[in-house]
């Protein structure tokens, strides 16, 4: 009898111990993927309430491998996510892919790919988003959005469709139409439309830079182009639109387009040497065109603050198909090529006047 009670009594202690230790080893799977987290090594949901974990149960988890044909919802992903609209979750680590939307209320790190939108309040990493990109805080990486990318705070690059949007940034920003910021180390770049409070590198066409340059300049080139243009920029780089008037075409509109971007060296506080790349339409007409393409060596003068002349030798290309050209053609060319197009380059010359605002 005492046999018998002594092998009762060393199988219980067998067992308390064994659930103590699967205890312990469970408690240390949670919390080794982050403190007080319950972990779930995958997610499988077909909709609600077809999914390994409910919608609130799936709140308190770390999931490592998530698919979901509609919404997946987790207190935190590392790893995996797929989903046919959203993935929701407080922190991401890894990669998510949605076919609507990602949010996470707080980080996160890795690779976000959204059909439309992807939203986290810091993101680092990769975000790529068909429509926009938010990062309520701050972005350390790189955003790819369809229209609209935003970040309070920028540290990285910025490529969007449209237009980007951050408050300070450190990098580079790239829209095929603006860029909107406050304090910017790095380039901003945008075929139209820069704004920012300090921008040293900005380079579109039109760039409102608060501690930048903007001016109005008067010019006459070696084709008898006479050129109002706008010109604003930052300290280094500027962008330049213009439109004027060519009295030698005579068969045409005499209205003369110009745009193009341009690099200040600065010498000291009054002299400064611009290189300037640009491009003219001379006249308009439905059938006839006439264009030329130059690079402008110009040193700069300003005085009083606000006067500025420049003037310089220049690089051309020009190619027209008016019947009635001779005119406008340079007298002397180091290259020329005659056919339904006419073609020459030669070393020109442009003075200006500009006031600076």
Known sequence: MKKILLFLFCAFLSVSAFSQGAESVRKSKE???GLGEKFAPYQISLGFPLSTLDLDDGKKYTVAFSVNALIGTAGNIKGIAVAGLANLAENYYGIQVAGLANAGRNSFYGMQIGGV?????????LVIGGVNNIAFDTLNGMQIAGVVNYAKEARGVQIAGVTNIAGDVKGVQFAAVTNIAKKVKGVQF????????ESNFPIAFINIIKNGKMGVALSYDMMNNTVLSFRSGGKYTYGILGVGYNNLVNDGSKVVAEAGYGIHIPINDWIEINNEFKAVSVGFSNDKTCCNFSYLLAPSFTFKNHYNVFGGASFNYLNTNYVNSNDLMPNKCFWSKDGNYNQRMYIGYQIGLQYVF
């Open 31 to 33: 919390t080794c993927w």
């Open 117 to 125: 939108l992807n939203l986290s309040s810091n993101a680092n990493g």
């Open 190 to 197: 945008a075929t139209l439309l820069n704004i920012a409070e």
